[in-house]
């Protein structure tokens, strides 16, 4: 089945907007899609979700465009504490078969 | 707060022993995974399992085995270790739905083995 892929690495300075993209040709048509955050020594952490359109809450805003095949995680204003890998999970279906995939993973690094 | 506790932050075994890898969850839930994590490579699905005694494949078993014989505990097996399974592990527990991106996932804090 079809993966998931994101930049390997970005950097930024504070006080910056980042977006981090993640493409999901595959992916299937009822399911969610879901990022998540991880810090060195940590196991990930839910951040956001979402179906279609834009979604935003307290820590980011996800938007996905009408094809579902990407969506993008929109981190405002990040700070030294936002620097971690991110993550995003879809659940890719070709056929009968569903396959949960998390892509390899982004770095983001916030630079003073 | 939810909990996810793995037996072990650290861990170093000789090629050709038994490993066995614990996890606990404290929030009553159905579905549990198991994940490696290599650089470049993201997290990789080991298995799941979605009730007690129920387990699946998921995308890299081989090497691997699973037991789950209470709902909290669910434990990865390696056979024989070898040094190509030197990774973090991963647990992971969710509620309800099966293989959804929907549910969030709670995650452990990993186990690093090193298999020399």
């Known amino acids: 089945l079809a993966k998931t892929t994101q930049p390997i690495s970005m950097d930024s300075y504070e006080g910056q907007e980042v977006n981090i993209t993640c493409s999901h040709n595959n992916i299937a048509t009822n399911d969610y899609i879901t990022w998540y955050q991880q810090f060195p020594s940590q196991g990930p952490r839910f951040i956001i979700q979402g179906y279609k359109t834009k979604v935003t809450n307290e820590v980011a805003s996800l938007f996905i465009p009408a094809d579902r095949k990407s969506s993008t995680l929109s981190l405002p204003r990040v700070s030294l504490s936002d620097t971690a890998v991110y993550y995003c999970?879809?659940?890719?279906?070709?056929?009968?078969?569903?396959?949960?995939?998390f892509g390899s993973g982004t770095q983001l690094t916030v630079l003073p | 707060d939810v909990k996810v506790t793995q037996s072990s932050r650290y861990l170093v075994k000789r090629t050709g022993e038994k490993v066995f890898l614990e996890c606990v969850q404290d929030m009553d839930h159905e579905n549990m995974f198991w994940y490696r994590q290599d650089p470049g490579l993201g997290l990789r699905l080991i298995y799941f399992?979605?009730?007690?005694?129920?387990?699946e494949k998921g995308d890299i078993p081989e090497g691997y085995s699973v037991s789950r014989e209470k709902k909290e505990r669910f434990s990865l097996i390696l056979e024989s270790a070898s040094t190509n399974q030197t990774s973090m592990y991963l647990c992971a527990s969710s509620s309800p739905f099966r293989l959804a991106a929907t549910d969030t996932q709670y995650f452990g804090p990993g186990t690093r083995l090193t298999v020399l």
């Open positions: 999970l879809v659940v890719i279906s070709s056929g009968s078969a569903r396959q949960l995939t």
């Open positions: 399992s979605y009730d007690v005694k129920m387990k």
